[in-house]
């Protein structure tokens, strides 16, 4: 991991002098607060289930959409935990206190509960109390869960279109979601859409908070929350358009985008419910971590941002340049994907599920001969690339299940040793989920698409409508049900069933269901 710089310390300290300057630092602790309107506008949120612990998470805002209208104080939050959806059987109960310096967010690591079961959940501030959530807990370390529910999404521009797809994905029975990054974008408003930005595109700390705010004010989007845990990571659009670690899109220097990464990765973990381990130190911040569902699953949330090395060949489709074939070249950073092939190494699990954000499987995107690789995926990192795929085809770790976000298709791929060799083994099964907004209404099939899938042969399904993907798992087969919605731009869309596709344990390769 690349450690962090004197300079980028410096340039947070006067940050945080701002808030201390406030009294942040020495808040006094406000015990019964009084607010002027409801503080609990963003909603709830859990995540990151254990087979004893979650983490429950709120955030005090009454003026959410500037800066969230609170006192430079630290304010008492108390929260329960019930084994009934009435809150009659409380379980744990306690008081957080809700800081300033993190905008007022609160992160409850309950832990000392029962695994593989759910629970129900409330926060309460002075006379205001949340709605009641409904999380789980893990399944127990040594069992073999007989079933696995999880949704994945990605990509919500807000835009767009209407969050749809979220109030079909509240009706279904999960245990989890996990969201593969474009939680929010960072832009300003642009003409034609559905629904406006709040202001140009987001720099400061304020400015993501009042993001992050917009987004939740969504109902559907809180509905999602309010009923099953999350399990989240991030793309480039929590930061900037296509960054790459201290890279940026827009014509900033390093030292000021590392600034505007602090301010992101800060609001990114106050708004999501995450826990302390996370918690950004400057404009670095550790997301990469393993969640394990019994011997069922395990999961490796990959972090493709933070540490990659800049695109090669510019940020468009080309021909692979001799930057894409560095061998320093890295989409995972040397850390990252020691820990990766550790875990799937030692990985007791029967399916082995990369979360994670750019298509890994190789894609050629120039229709004959030539070959085009897009950039900003795994294919611009040919030596990484080759490393895990290498990986995956020797040490076979069990049933690889990589989700995918991104690129706002759905997609069903193959992952091959060797993709030009027609023979070669299928090493394991990428689903890409597309967006749930991201690029408005779609359609099932593109020309482009039409004229570049015959090149992927390892390409099984492709789709170019929005929706998410809901995952069926047991110990014998892994299910991806992809849920379309026809339309974003006009709210009410039905739900459909575009492609189901079944991987079955210790046969790579998916089938249509
Ligand atoms: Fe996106
Ligand atoms: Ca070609």
């Not at 709040?198 to 509905?223: Q, S, V, W």
């Not at 320093?328 to 399916?351: C, F, H, N, Y």
Request: proline content about 7%.
């Amino acid at each position: 991991m690349r450690s962090i710089s004197r300079r980028e310390i410096l340039q947070y300290a006067s940050a945080l002098m701002a808030w201390s300057a406030a009294g942040a630092c020495r808040a006094r602790i406000v015990t019964t607060p009084k607010f002027a309107a409801n503080p609990f506008t963003l909603g709830i949120a859990s995540g990151d289930p254990l087979p004893d612990g979650i983490v429950l998470w709120t955030r005090l805002a009454p003026e959410p959409l500037a800066g969230g209208g609170m006192p430079a104080e630290a304010v008492d939050v108390k929260w329960e935990l019930a084994a009934d959806d009435r809150m009659k059987q409380v379980v744990r109960r306690g008081t957080a206190q809700a800081r300033p310096e993190l905008g007022h967010a609160v992160h409850v690591d309950v832990r000392g509960l029962e695994p593989g079961r759910p629970y129900f959940y409330r926060f309460n501030a002075g006379a205001h109390a949340t709605a009641i959530g409904r999380t789980k807990t893990a399944p127990a370390a040594n069992v073999m869960a007989d079933k696995l529910r999880l949704a994945f999404a990605s990509c919500q521009h807000w835009e767009q279109g209407y969050f749809t797809a979220y109030d079909h994905m509240v009706r279904e029975d999960l245990d989890l979601v996990v969201h593969l990054g474009d939680y929010i974008y960072e832009g300003g408003p642009r003409p034609n859409t559905v629904r406006a930005h709040n202001g140009p595109e987001i720099m400061t700390l304020d400015d993501y908070r009042n993001r992050y705010a917009l987004y939740r004010g969504d109902a559907m989007l809180r509905a999602a929350h309010e009923a099953f845990p999350f399990i989240v990571t991030w793309d480039d659009h929590e930061v900037d358009n296509d960054y790459a670690d201290d890279h940026p899109e827009d014509d900033q220097t390093r030292d000021a985008f590392l600034t505007r990464r602090a301010h992101a990765y800060q609001a990114y973990f106050e708004h999501m419910p995450l826990r302390a381990a996370a918690r950004p130190k400057a404009s670095s911040m550790q997301l990469y971590r393993r969640l394990a569902f019994g011997q069922l699953a395990d999961f490796l949330v990959l972090d493709t941002r933070q540490y990659r090395t800049d695109q090669p060949c510019g940020k468009n489709r080309a021909p692979l340049c001799e930057g894409a074939l560095d061998p320093k070249g890295t989409i995972l950073g040397a850390a990252q994907e020691r820990w990766m092939t550790d875990a799937l190494d030692t990985s007791p699990s029967r399916w082995n599920v990369i979360a994670q954000q750019v298509l890994m499987a190789e894609v050629d995107f120039a229709p004959g001969p030539d070959r085009q690789y897009s950039m900003d995926k795994w294919d611009a990192y040919q030596a990484c690339s080759r490393r895990v795929h290498k990986f995956l085809a020797e040490r076979k770790p069990s049933n690889p299940i990589v989700l995918t976000g991104d690129i706002h298709t759905s997609w069903v791929n193959d992952l091959k040793a060797d993709y030009r060799d027609a023979k070669s083994e299928i090493i394991g099964t990428e689903f890409v989920g597309t967006s749930i907004t991201s690029g408005g209404d779609g359609q099932p099939m593109t020309p482009a698409a039409e004229a570049f899938l015959p090149e992927n042969p390892h390409v099984r399904f492709y789709n170019a409508q929005r929706g998410y993907v809901s995952c069926t798992v047991t110990p014998t087969r892994w299910q991806s049900d992809y849920r379309i919605v026809p339309f974003v731009r006009k709210p009410g869309a039905p739900i459909e069933t575009a492609g189901s596709f079944v991987v079955e344990h210790g046969k790579p390769g998916a089938q249509r269901a």
